[in-house]
């Protein structure tokens, strides 16, 4: 059974930076297509970003393009999220989630409902 922890949210100011992090255990790590998700309180849960096993290709949501970066280390099953000019709208719980399979799958998704093992999410807080 595959299993995801994420790690290093926490508190910064406005224009500040984190990085997050993704470890994943068991499963072929790099078979599968990995995202970050986010979500405030009283919303839903939104795209970030997500990047083919491969690291070929990756896909951001408008509202964090040219600001935070995903990337891959098969060699060590993580998946990160840099964060920069981080602003207050993006405070929320963050998600890694992985489409999980036997197979590799070179496709990536901006939908929930494609993933199906999901991280226990870290908080980010940026303050104004």
């Known amino acids: 059974q595959v299993q995801l922890v994420e790690s290093g949210g926490g508190l910064v100011q406005a224009g500040g930076s984190l990085s997050l992090s993704c470890a994943a255990s068991?499963?072929?790590?790099?078979?599968?297509?990995m995202g970050w998700f986010r979500q405030a309180p009283g919303k839903e849960r939104e795209f970030v970003a997500a990047i083919t096993w491969s690291s070929s290709r990756s896909v951001y949501r408008d509202s964090v393009k040219g600001r935070f970066t995903i990337s891959r280390d098969n060699a060590k099953n993580t998946v990160y999220l840099q964060m920069n000019s981080l602003k207050p709208e993006d405070t929320a719980v963050y998600y890694c989630a992985a489409r999980i399979s036997t197979y590799r799958i070179y496709d990536l998704f901006m939908r929930p409902p494609d993933y199906n093992t999901w991280g226990q999410g870290t908080q980010v807080t940026v303050s104004s």
């Open positions: 068991g499963g072929t790590f790099s078979n599968y297509p």
